[in-house]
């Protein structure tokens, strides 16, 4: 039970800093962070794939809510959703994950959680910036977009971790 009062702090945490903080950034039209997708990389391995669907799906909601992106940071997680479990079979260390394994560093260490987050950032903010900039943007600008925005998110994405190991270094 305590688990999903974390999960919850976390989920709020996340959405005020995407909208108060992140959203305010104005530094570049190629700079753009979506923390938000951090959510998705830290659903437990055992949540059934239609509840992290509908999970990234309200989640999305409500930050296009704020975001006056109707629909698009929804469309984004519920792919990132989608693809992680293909991901997760992808990227499985040997003898694959044990029931007391979370998707994070502290767990499977800094080499697996690099893949994994790098791999599923990308994903996000590629299908993110694509939508965005349908019949706006060409191919190159939301490409520069996704890996300007990408490599900043995946900078918070690691920091969130380093503050959050639990073991000594």
Do not use: C
Not at 50 to 62: D, E, H, N, T
Not at 68 to 88: K, M, Q
């Amino acid at each position: 039970m305590i688990e999903f009062y974390r999960n919850i702090a976390r989920f709020l945490v996340l959405i005020l800093t995407q909208i108060v903080l992140l959203n305010q950034i104005e530094i570049s039209v190629f700079f753009n962070p979506i923390i938000v997708v951090f959510l998705v990389l830290a659903f437990p391995f055992d949540m059934p794939k239609w509840f992290a669907l509908l999970l990234s799906f309200i989640m999305g909601l409500i930050v296009d809510a704020f975001m006056n992106t109707p629909g698009i940071t929804s469309f984004a997680l519920v792919t990132t959703a989608y693809f992680r479990p293909f991901v997760l079979q992808i990227i499985q260390p040997r003898g694959s994950y044990q029931s007391s394994d979370r998707p994070n560093v502290d767990s499977l260490g800094w080499n697996w959680y690099i893949k994994y987050s790098v791999v599923l950032t990308v994903l996000f903010h590629l299908v993110y910036f694509i939508i965005l900039g349908l019949g706006h943007d060409n191919a190159l600008i939301s490409l520069l977009k996704t890996i300007i925005s990408a490599v900043f998110t995946i900078v918070l994405i690691f920091l969130l971790q380093l503050f959050t190991l639990r073991h000594a270094t």
